[in-house]
């Protein structure tokens, strides 16, 4: 089955720490986006990369990094930098194209001990 | 700059009854209109979208939205409420900001609750 995979589902992160979150699709896409999600804010972009080895800041890109050395994976690395990162995290794909339908990975629920 | 408005951000009905969740964006020109459903610590999954043609789109589990450009709207509604609608709702907006991406703008969303 194609889809979108996304992991760990739930994160633990301590004062101070880097953590990464995976996300990887099977379906060919060349686009891939990160967003946050917090309750009553809708979802808010963070990163997204048209292509491989390319990538470009969102709205919130603050305190994140990302990579896309592969055309499969796009993982999100939430930094120490980051003072509020408590939130649901969402990974989606597309093709190219702004009428292209994004698709959603199942979500990571990151939390700060 | 481009916006998304979903009016509304907690909509109760009744099961059977009309259910109706309004959205209107700004833009200068025509957009691309989405509409996603989210479940609870899931993903969000398309339910249907306006690109070009036939103003009036339907899409799955019996939902349908209609494009009005005078308006600047794109209202999701679905005749009859299932206990199984209850869900997150998301407007979401595609346009020249885009470039050739798929660059979206979201709404803050819409909580459906649907009462027996």
């Known amino acids: 089955d194609g889809g979108i995979t996304q992991s760990p589902k739930y994160l633990f992160r301590k004062e101070g720490q880097n953590v990464t979150l995976s996300c990887e699709q099977n379906?060919?896409?060349?686009?891939m986006y990160w967003y946050r999600q917090d309750p009553g804010q809708g979802l808010r972009l963070i990163y997204y990369s048209q292509i491989v080895n390319d990538f470009q800041k969102g709205d919130i890109a603050e305190g994140y990094s990302v990579s896309r050395e592969k055309k499969e994976s796009f993982p999100l690395t939430v930094t120490s930098a980051q003072k509020n990162p408590t939130a649901f995290y969402l990974c989606a794909s597309s093709m190219q194209g702004r009428s292209e339908t994004q698709y959603f990975g199942p979500g990571t629920r990151l939390l700060v001990l | 700059a481009q916006s998304v408005t979903q009016l509304g951000s907690h909509v109760s009905v009744s099961e059977g009854a009309l259910v109706l969740l309004r959205c209107n964006y700004s833009s200068s020109v025509p957009p691309y209109l989405f509409w996603y459903v989210q479940y609870p610590n899931q993903g969000l999954q398309l339910l249907l979208k306006y690109t070009t043609g036939a103003t009036l789109v339907k899409g799955i589990n019996g939902f349908e939205a209609e494009f009005k450009k005078s308006e600047t709207s794109f209202h999701l509604t679905k005749p009859s409420a299932h206990m199984s609608d209850a869900a997150e709702y998301f407007c979401?907006?595609?346009?020249?900001?885009?470039?050739?991406?798929?660059?979206?703008?979201f709404g803050q969303g819409t909580t459906l609750q649907v009462k027996p």
């Open positions: 979401a907006v595609s346009g020249a900001f885009s470039g050739n991406t798929g660059k979206l703008i």
């Open positions: 379906l060919n896409h060349d686009a």
